[in-house]
């Protein structure tokens, strides 16, 4: 077991622990359980990058690793949102969760479908994207669960003080934009990813169209001599 699948175990293992914490039997409260929770998916999310580099700079690229990375993702990506629909329904409404998911898995059929048609569909600008809109929506979700508002300066709420200071960040207003920006740009890359897959799909057809083409050709022109 290397340091990259290692790395992408350990994102595996902490899908089960992150909705444990979100849920209402966590022994968590407060904002100690918004913090932990947070700090918990940052940590995960970290690693989704990492454990890639590292595999390529150490040349440790494996099947095992090739199959738990995007299982991963998906696994920690979705089960936030799952998780997120009943920590912050004011914010994650249950279709969002269904547009998430719904995607996920477009893009995974779609992938094995060009894998079993022998090319491969990268991942796109949007995707990549996507997935930072996807990690700040998941964080501001959680804080928005007990912040309204952060307030830095004197009496900064993040203290415990009375929330009057010379700074306020909008916690509830950048949790609502960054899930429903994530929402539109989730939708944006399925149709981008799809777009890939239907040119490629299309451009192997006539390959193939024409390789039969010349084939037949050739047959016949065998036959007639």
Known sequence: MNLPNSMT???????PLLIWLLSASSPLS??????AVSL???????????????????????????LLDPLADKLLVTS??????AFDPG?????????????EFLVRGLRAIAANEGFTIHASEIGKLKTVIQIVSVVACIFDHGY??????????????TGSGWF??????????????MTVVSIVSAIDYFAAFWGKIDHASAKSRIERSALLSRKNSAAAR
């Not at 175990?9 to 899908?15: D, K, N």
């Not at 309204?148 to 003080?161: D, T």
Request: aromatic share 10%; proline share 3%; glycine share 14%.
């Open 40 to 66: 918990l998916f940052i940590a995960a999310s970290v690693t989704d990058g990492l454990d890639g580099y590292l595999a390529r700079k150490r040349g440790q690229i494996t099947t095992m690793g090739m």
């Open 9 to 15: 175990l350990s994102r595996i293992a902490c899908v």
């Open 168 to 181: 306020i960040l909008p916690v509830h207003g950048i949790a609502v934009t960054a899930i429903y920006w």
């Open 148 to 161: 309204h508002e952060w307030v830095f300066g004197p009496g900064s709420n993040l203290l415990g003080g």
């Open 91 to 103: 914010v994650v409404k249950p279709w969002i969760a269904v547009v998430v998911i719904g995607r």
């Open 80 to 85: 936030g949102y799952i998780a997120l629909v």
């Open 30 to 35: 407060g904002h100690a359980q918004e913090w």
